[in-house]
């Protein structure tokens, strides 16, 4: 049911618009270079793949991490990757290079960077808490980096697109972009996706786990590769996009049975979908400068966090 509401969305998402486009002058005619022909390759189905390809990423990321950090309010950015791939993007951008081949690179160099300082900070043995303290400092530290370089910026011009890149975008996007991030998107999928039945012995705990014939050490490296590969690639072309893949695994735990492993798919599709709805909003009530997308999730977002925290505020505190 999934695959197919997000065929349909992803349907929608193609030819929905300001101007109406003529499939005959898409498909059946021979110059590709007519106005409806290059609006619809070189815009709108960039545009849709990769909400597409981030919503999914997004998606799946949340729904591994709070597997493998036992906390329904994990998020796929708490363990700093996606700060640290903000941040090795907006170094980029400060000093002007806009490469999509480096940017993808910068971001996933920057995310397995972050994460490999939180799990040096919280230890070989660190409970969960002290593991997300160590994240909680590293977004902390990537924050006050990126805020220094907008201060620093040579020109309001430039303060103006790194401020504007870190709320979230799905547009100017290219098919160059989307051939670079999808090789580590789908090898990032891969580790993520095969360690799923381990996330299942994880929630009776590490201990528990082990004695299941588990090797923890090794879930623990394939997730930080398959997190630094996934969301390295897509927040360097999207920026920052928050709370898809907190959201997302909330909808679906009581239809999943709340098992980690049958929650991973049913969230990419489900994030794929959130994002792809998202984007349709921002196109379809977007005058004049349009309206960031990250700045649209986190609207939606925010008041859920605040709803999951009042829900589990017994639990966790």
Known sequence: MLALLLAGVFFVSLWAGPIDLDPMQIFFNKEATTPHALIFWEIRLPRSLLA????????????????????????????????GAALFSVILLYFGIHSAFWLPIAGMLGSFTALMLVLLMAGRNASMTVLILSGVAINSVCAAAMALLLNLAPSPWAVRDLYLWLQGSLSNVSSTDLKVMILPLVIGWMLLLRHARSLDALTFGEDTAISMGVDTERVRIAIVI??????????????????????????????TGYLPSRLLIPSALTGAILLLIADLFVRAFSSGQELRIGVLTSIIGGPFFVALIIKHRKTLF
Request: glycine residues 18%.
């Open 52 to 83: 597409l390809l981030a919503g999914s990423t997004l998606g799946l990321s949340g729904a591994v991490m709070q597997g493998y950090l036992r906390n329904p309010l994990a998020s796929p950015g708490l363990l700093g990757n996606a700060s």
């Open 226 to 255: 398959g997190l630094s590969l996934a969301i390295g690639a897509v927040v360097p072309v999207t920026g920052i996009i928050g709370f898809i893949g907190l959201v997302v695994p909330h909808i679906l735990r009581p239809v």
